[in-house]
């Protein structure tokens, strides 16, 4: 079985792919955490994560196992990020790695901003994750001031406004639905009853004939 979960940042669709990995007994893959890895490994080497050959090269070194969790996390590693997954090349190497991983005959789920649209559009489970902007942005501020990091609302609240519209305006697939995708807006909803509301839609659809 393959779930895919979509979404934009801080949507939950990170959690409810969890949550529902552990559910159903299936690994995850946080594909979003492959762009902001990549993005930090251009900085780290002194790059610009928009850098096409520079960004590139970080995709095709990088090492799944060996991704930082508490560095890609922050504002910064978000940013670039966005700048990484608008180079078609850089989108090319990473989805070799994230079908190499969906194709495991044991299933998984696979939460990012195209999986249902282009990595696994024949997922047995497709989910858009939404939210409001300012709940989106206080969610992620409440994370990196957790962190220890320091930055204002409204600052967070233009960059993650900004990474929607990179997100959503790339040629190369782009942030959005897929048609068959089951909307899922957790706005007002807390973690418990997204987790809820997102198995309760896989049940459903699990359930129906021919699934």
Do not use: N, W
């Amino acid at each position: 079985m393959i779930i895919a979960v979509d979404g934009p940042t801080a949507s939950g669709k990170g959690t409810i792919a969890k949550q529902l990995a552990a559910h159903y007994g299936l690994k995850r893959l946080d594909t979003g955490a492959l762009y902001r890895a990549v993005g930090l490994a251009v900085i780290d080497a002194g790059g610009d994560p928009a850098d096409q050959d520079a960004a590139v090269a970080a995709a095709e070194r990088l090492d799944l196992g060996a991704i930082d969790e508490a560095r890609i996390r922050s504002s910064v590693a978000g940013m670039a990020a966005s700048a990484v997954a608008a180079i078609p090349a850089v989108r090319a190497v990473l989805r070799r790695a994230q079908r190499a991983f969906a194709s495991d005959p044991a299933g998984a789920v696979l939460d990012g901003r195209d999986i249902g649209t282009v990595i696994c559009p024949d997922a047995d489970v497709k989910l858009f994750v939404a939210a409001s902007l300012p709940v989106r942005t206080q969610r992620r501020l409440a994370e990196l001031v957790g962190r220890g990091e320091r930055i204002s609302f409204a600052e967070l609240e233009a960059q993650i406004a900004e990474r929607d519209r990179r997100d959503t305006e790339r040629a190369d697939s782009p942030l959005r639905p897929a048609p068959d995708a089951h909307l899922l807006d957790t706005t007002d909803l807390s973690i418990e009853a997204a987790a809820e509301a997102a198995r309760r839609i896989v049940d459903t659809a699990l359930a129906r004939p021919g699934a």
